[in-house]
């Protein structure tokens, strides 16, 4: 990351020295903008290669072919182009989502005349190293892990209450401030001035009066709108503020959130109850343990205004956030470069860490095209350390998520999570998808989000937990 960031300021740099030459020289405006454009446009590729390059380094490997995406290559030129490449390559390729569908027959065809049937193509998947975003994480004891859970937890609630406060004092101090401003005289810039009396500028031009202007000013509409800019000036100040204020403590939940383990959580859509029992579970249970990943649907997605609002300041998620808790979209994925940012955000230790602290450890929603889930839900099993899996209702998606857990052999660090209303549908669905001798045990939550036995809740969490340490020590050594 600190490659990319370096890239930026040299980008941000030329780009300003650019300007200022351009601008000794007297070039237009108009000109200056469009090449500094171009050479903003001219660093894409370069951004494109490096994370490439950083992602080959970590295991991963593209599949895309521009011969397989461009719809407007013969179907011949298509045939040549899979003939060149080897049985994986051409597998992957007929995976790989931004592939047309006209290329992925052709792929199809060629690997039949190969001897691969249609089950084969269809259940391939990529080696696990190809899928697993490596997380650089130091050996830490389960002890000292939870010591640094809990107090994390304690210092989220000194911000959630001095936000709360400081935000309150502040609005109202320069609201008093605002209102003793607003409530002075407007009228003090004396009597009006009759058509041709001297004045400090000069004389009054005839036929014309200051007398309208001076009602103008004094008219209540005037006043109202003083008003309400004094209101949004204040109140945009007090938000400033109060973030300002919570900066050192953000910071501080952001450096404590650094090395966690990372928790996917598949559920069931389009279930409105079930999902406000999982929030319930991932801001008391999940939440504090490690950031949480799950895909969004209309009952768990980021706020539509906050996100319009982010895209400008960050200021009112910071005030807001640990109030309301609400989901942050981290990605959304549509093509393989939107994927790869994905793989990016995986390995930013202490933004996760910061910004889980901010929404009350509320689960991070990721949003993807049907043509790309599966591969999204196959690259975030591989890469979290633990998986909670929620079988209240078990659809088609949540059938092919069991079969894929089972497929990567993934078992042992999934935790099986049940509503109490769906206990029947969830024991049924696991004995007709998974073998006896695989079946888990299943953990019980009513609609509020509390389970029956919290004892064991705990101690599958904690034997979680530990074993992903282990796991991740071993991987890091």
Known sequence: MAKFGALGIVALVCAGV????????????????????????????IFSSLTRRRLKAMGHKSCKAWAFSLPILPAESIRNRARS????ELLGAWHQADHTKKAKEVIAEELRARGLNDAQIADWRPPAAQLTVRFPMPAIKPDR??????????????????TGVVLIIATVAFAVTSNQHVNAPISQVGPALPVGVPTTGGTALAGSTTSASQDAVNS????????????????????????????????LGGVLGRNRVRILLLRPFARPRITLALKRVVTRNLGPLGPVFTLSDRNLKSNF????????????????GPLVRPSYMLARVWAE??????????????????????????????????????????????????????????????????????????????????????LQEGKAAIEGLLPRALQPELLIYNQNGVFGDRAKLRSVLEGAVAGALTTLTKQNA
């Open 18 to 45: 650019i300007g200022a030459v351009l601008g000794i020289f007297n070039v237009e405006k108009e000109v200056v903008y469009v090449i500094i454009a171009g050479f903003a446009l001219l660093l894409m590729p």
């Open 85 to 88: 490449l080897r049985d994986e």
């Open 145 to 162: 892990y939870f010591r640094t859970v809990r107090i994390r937890q304690g210092l989220f609630r000194v911000y959630r209450v001095s």
């Open 220 to 251: 209540p509409v005037a006043g109202q709108i003083a008003t309400a800019k004094e209101i949004l000036t204040a109140l945009f100040s007090a938000c400033l503020a109060t973030a300002i204020l919570m900066l050192p403590i953000i910071g």
């Open 305 to 320: 205004l906050l996100t319009i609002i982010g895209y400008f300041s960050w200021i009112p998620l910071l005030l807001v």
């Open 337 to 422: 470069g939107r994927y790869l940012d994905l793989v990016n955000h995986l390995t930013a230790k202490f933004r996760l860490g910061a910004m889980s602290f901010v929404i009350g450890n509320q689960a991070f929603s990721l949003r993807s095209t049907d043509a790309w889930w599966q591969s999204v839900m196959d690259m975030l099993m591989n890469s979290s350390e633990i998986i909670v899996m929620d079988v209240s209702h078990v659809g088609k998606g949540s059938a092919w998520e069991i079969h894929a857990i089972e497929q990567w052999g993934l078992l042992g660090k999934c935790i099986f999570v049940v509503e109490e209303q769906g």
